[in-house]
């Protein structure tokens, strides 16, 4: 019995190790050296492109809870990042090369691991597989997962707005309302933050003046009008914002009873309301500079973002049409999906859908039906962005506090936040990925 895991990734390199633990031989293709990507330098697994942090590992913050579940279910990645760590403060940093090199050891001296270094075009048609190529999956089996999944749900560029978090909007300065009221609430779809005529110019002058993100070279493309970042809009006039994502027609104030100047338009991200989209605001400006740029409009001054915008190369399916919750795509339960291909951000993100898949791809080689992780954790929460259906314009996300389930009752942020932690960490230890296995042996 083997299991086929394509990409040797962080979620590859996770999967291929769950599933050993079932017993359970892994085939795990790599196609570097042999193929090379735009981004990677070296042929070693689990290579970070980007940064060297695998951001915040205190219980305070939404990824600390995430690391700890996946120290309790085995991560490799989080044993390898333990041994290569350097100083970081509160966040968890790794040597680069001691990382992946730490990880291409474990997994060639792992026995039931069979790693086998060519690249795969084809999705092979029996068996189980997992596919964990992430965001510079090859033209050749992005053709074929586009076959797969049906091409008009496979997406290669990424335009994203940021994302608030709710309870950090000041709604004595913004009023709730749709356009020429044709929302499906009887108070309006939307909050809007009215800016008057200095407040909207000042805004587009720190959107050309501020520092932006320099487009790589695996990532350049033509912009689309649709995933056209913000300053650029700026660049082709001063009043086009005003005329595009910031356009005020059909929306009274009702402090003033008069239409406002511009305004910026927030849209819900879930149904309970906890994380607000600042629609049409994807842009290429630097983290702090975003912070800085959009406190200044008004109801957003002590905003907390839970996700920031950002326009780059990326290639995911649309999870919430696509796949099953335990990550199986439902037309085709063999396959599994894991890593930022599913529509997560981030190492530690990625990294858990590929504990996810080699749990589930395991538990149904071995004719067993999976073991769901609760909601209440930061893992069950992420599962559920991405594989519940409804979504329209569905984009990727990290793990955040606004993805967890509400905590009722008034309280303040850092209350709410240790129940949800607290609750998150006893709700894994109940969870067992290994339930009824041995009666099926």
Not at 208 to 222: D, H, L, Q, S, W
Not at 224 to 229: H, L, T
Not at 257 to 272: D, I, Y
Not at 286 to 312: C, M, N, T
Request: some cysteine; proline content about 5%.
């Amino acid at each position: 019995m083997s299991i086929t895991v394509i990409g040797a990734g962080l979620a590859g390199v996770e999967a291929a190790n769950q599933i050993t633990k079932f017993g359970i031989r892994a085939t795990l293709y790599e196609m570097r050296p042999r193929r090379k990507t735009a981004a990677h330098r070296t042929s070693d697994l689990a290579e970070l492109v980007c940064s060297n942090s695998l951001k915040s590992a205190s219980m305070e913050n939404a990824s600390g809870i995430l690391k700890e579940e996946m120290r309790l279910l085995g991560s490799l990645v989080l044993e390898a990042a333990e041994a290569s760590k350097v100083p970081a403060g509160k966040a968890l940093a790794v040597d680069r090369e001691i990382f992946s090199d730490y990880i291409t050891q474990r997994i060639q001296g792992n026995e039931l691991i069979d790693l086998r270094r060519e690249e795969v075009t084809k999705i092979p048609e029996d068996g189980i597989v997992i596919v964990a190529t992430g965001p510079l999956t090859s033209d050749a089996l992005c053709a074929e997962i586009s076959s797969l999944t049906e091409s008009e749900y496979l997406y290669f560029y990424d335009a994203i707005s940021p994302i608030i978090d709710a309870d950090t909007i000041d709604r004595s300065k913004i009023f709730r309302g749709s356009r020429y009221d044709r929302g499906d609430s009887e108070e309006g779809d939307y909050l809007n933050c009215p800016l008057s005529e200095n407040q909207y110019y000042e805004l587009v002058d720190d959107l050309i003046r501020g520092e932006k993100v320099e487009t790589r070279e695996f990532e350049k493309a033509i912009y689309f009008q649709s995933c056209m970042p913000v300053e650029v809009m700026c660049e082709r006039g001063r009043d086009t914002l005003r005329f595009g994502p910031l356009k005020p027609v059909g929306l009274v104030d009702p402090g003033t009873g008069k239409n406002p100047f511009a305004v910026l338009q927030l849209r819900t991200e879930n149904s309970e309301e906890t994380m607000y989209n600042m629609v049409g605001f994807q842009t290429k400006l630097r983290y702090p500079q975003q912070r800085a740029v959009f406190r200044k409009i008004p109801g957003l001054e002590e905003a907390e973002f839970l996700r920031y915008g950002s326009v780059h190369r990326n290639t995911y399916i649309d999870s919430p049409r696509l796949l099953e919750k335990d990550l199986s795509l439902s037309s085709r339960p063999s396959v599994f999906f894991a890593g930022q291909i599913t529509g997560v951000e981030g190492y530690v993100e990625s990294a858990a859908t590929g504990i996810v898949c080699g749990i589930n791809a395991s538990r149904k080689a071995l004719g067993l039906v999976p073991v769901h992780i609760p909601r209440e954790t930061s893992i069950g929460s992420l599962l559920e962005y991405i594989s519940t259906p409804g979504k329209t314009g569905f984009q990727p996300m990290n793990i955040n506090f606004g993805l967890f389930p509400k905590v009722e009752g008034r309280m303040g942020k850092e209350k709410k936040r240790g129940i949800i932690a607290q609750r998150a960490i006893e709700s894994i230890h109940a969870y067992d990925p290994f339930y009824r296995i041995s009666a099926s042996c």
